[in-house]
C-alpha cells in the first residue's frame, strides 16, 4: 500500500499527517520508525511526526510500499480471567452465548494501533465484527487495572485504576504498565496481542 | 548526604525536572517544569546541570530542614527566601546543617523553583524524576514529614548568571501557529486576534482553561466529530462549548476535539506564571 496523507502544520515543528483509515496510519507508522525518525505518535487517523522536516516525512511515506500487516512487532500474551462485570451485557448485545463471547474474543489476534487516553492503553484492533458495539451508557468512575474491555471497534486492557466506559469482560494480573521497570510499557504500536482463558 | 525533612507544604509542590519528552506514543506526556528556564536557572545558580530534578513550589510556602549543609537557589515567581533571616531570592544561598528553610508566598507569578546543589535524588521512571500529575508517575507532591534526599554534589564552580527580576503583566499576548485544525473554524486568525480571555481557576499542569468569548467553527464543520488526534504541548485545543484550553506539560497525549493553533513554544514560561485571571490575547499566522 503506498501512503498518501494530508500534511497539517502542528506546531513549529511538527505536521499532522491524516489518512483515511486506521490501516493507513498503521502503515505509515511502521514506515517512519523503521525510516529511523524518532518522534512519531500515532492515533485514530493521524500520524503526529515532531522535529523532522516534512519534506523528508513525504519522501519516506510515498516510497514506502509494505502494508500494515508486514509487522515485526513482538506477540503478546496476556493471561485474562473472563469474568467481567458486563461479560453478559456484551454477550446479549452481540446475541451470543457468554462462552461463544470468550471464545470469539480470545480466538483472535489484535494488533496494537496506538496509545492514548492513559500511559500504556492500547487501542487494539482485530475485535472480530460480531464483538463491536458502542461504550457504557453511563462510564464508571473507577476501572480497576487490568480490566479488558471492548467500545466500538477495539478492545484494550486498562494499564491502571481510572475512570472508563469500556465494556468489561475480564481482567488480567499482569502488568501492562510500570514506569520503573526497563521496558516500562507492555504494549507498544505495532505489537500484536492474543487474549488466553484461564 | 544532606538530606530535607519537608515541615511544611504550601498548595502543592513536586519534583521535576525538565521532563521525559519521545513517550507521547505510549501515552505518556512530557511533564517537566512548567517554567523550564526558572528551573534551568536555578541549576546554574547552584552549579548543577540545567536539567537537575528540583522542587516546582505553587503559591509558596514549602518549608524544609536541612539535615547537612547544602546551597540553594530559588527562582520563578518571586518569594521570600528565609534562612534564618531574609536570603536573596535567584542568588546562591547556603543553608547551614539543621537550618530551616522557608518561602513566602508571591506576589507576583505561581511557581518558584529550589534547586539544591547536586539535585534531588528520586527513582527515575521513564529515564526522569518529573511528577506527571496526569497519570501519576513519578514521584508523589511533597507532603510534610517527608524525607528528600539529595545527590552529593559535583565540585564545580556555579554559573554566574545575572538573573533580571521577571514580572508578568496582568494581560499576556501569545504568538500562535494556526494549525492543524484551523480550518473547522470560522476566520480563525481573525477570532483569535479580536477576542480576550481570561486564565480561569480551573486551570493546571494539564493546562490552562480560559474563559471568555467561544470560538465559533466554520459552518459545515458545526456538528462535526474528530476521531482522537494526538495533543502536544502548547496546542489550543476547542471543545464543543467554543472556550479554549491551552494544554500544558502533563496533557493527555490524544483527543477528540480540534486543535485551532499551538502557541508558541517561547511563551510557554509565562504561561505557567499567569494567574487565574490573567487576560490571554492571540497573536495568530500561519
Redesign the interface.
Known sequence: MRCAGEF?????D?V?VEFGSLDEVRTAHRALTAAGL???????????V?GADPEAVQRILAEHTGTAEDTEGKLVRIPVHYTGPDLELVAETAGLSTSDTIELHAGAEYQVA????????GYLTGLPAELHQPRLDSPRTRVDQGSVGVAGEFSAVYP?PSPGGWRLIGHTDIALFD??ADD??LL??GDRVRFEPT | MTTFTVLATGPRALVQDLGRPGYAALGVPPSGALDRGALRLANRLVGNPESAPGIEVLLGGLSLRANGSCTIAVTGAPVLVHVGRAREFAAAVVVPDGAVLTLGSPATGMRSYLAVAGGIDVPAELGSAAADTLSGIGPQALTAGDLLTVHSPAVRPPSTDVAAARRWPAELTVPVLLGPRDAWFDDPAAQLRAGTWQVSDRSDRIGLRLVGPPLRRAARYTDAELPSEPIRTGAIQVPSGGSPLIFLADHPTTGGYPVIGVVDPGALDDLAQARPGTGIRFRPRH
Open positions: 497539517h502544520r502542528y506546531g513549529v511538527g499532522l524518532a518522534d512519531v505518535v500515532p492515533a485514530a487517523r493521524t500520524v503526529l515532531t496506538f496509545c492514548g487516553f492513559a500511559p500504556g492503553f491502571r514506569p520503573r516500562p510499557v507498544r504500536p
